[in-house]
Nanobody
Framework: QVQLVESGGGSVQSGGSLRLSCAISGYGHNYYHMGWFRQAPGKEREGVAA???????RYAYSVKGRFTISQDNGNNTLYLQMFSLKPEDTAMYYC????????????????????WGQGTQVTVSS
């Protein structure tokens, strides 16, 4: 019944920008943590950015200063604004959510999250 749906992916040139969104429907309300993850072919899924219900954020070092995560609590929507995109950012991007409370050390760990979207592809060309 719970569904997370990402949108906003696409193909851009190096230095470009994209904004991803993730809408939660069904029983997916009042999640304490939400986050964005990405996975490139042949690589492990890695945490990109996370936010809790208080608005506290955490970012991977590789994207800090370029990406911004935000939450529209009223609409149950998660956003990832991406600037200065690099070819290394090319990956399938997934949004995720969890209704449990976790220490910040776990916020960028995939195992923290119980609900996942289907992913949206981001491709950055040089």
């Amino acid at each position: 019944q719970v569904q997370l749906v990402e949108s906003g992916g696409g193909s851009v040139q190096s230095g470009g920008s994209l904004r991803l969104s993730c809408a939660i429907s069904g029983y997916g309300h009042n999640y304490y943590h939400m986050g964005w993850f990405r996975q490139a072919p042949g690589k492990e899924r890695e945490g990109v950015a996370a936010i809790d219900s208080d608005g506290t954020t955490r970012y991977a070092y590789s994207v800090k200063g370029r990406f911004t995560i935000s939450q529209d609590n009223g609409n149950n929507t998660l956003y990832l604004q991406m600037f200065s995109l690099k070819p290394e950012d090319t990956a399938m991007y997934y949004c995720a959510a969890d209704d449990r409370r976790w220490s910040m050390i776990f916020w960028l760990s995939p195992g923290t999250y119980s609900r996942w979207g289907q992913g949206t592809q981001v491709t950055v060309s040089s």
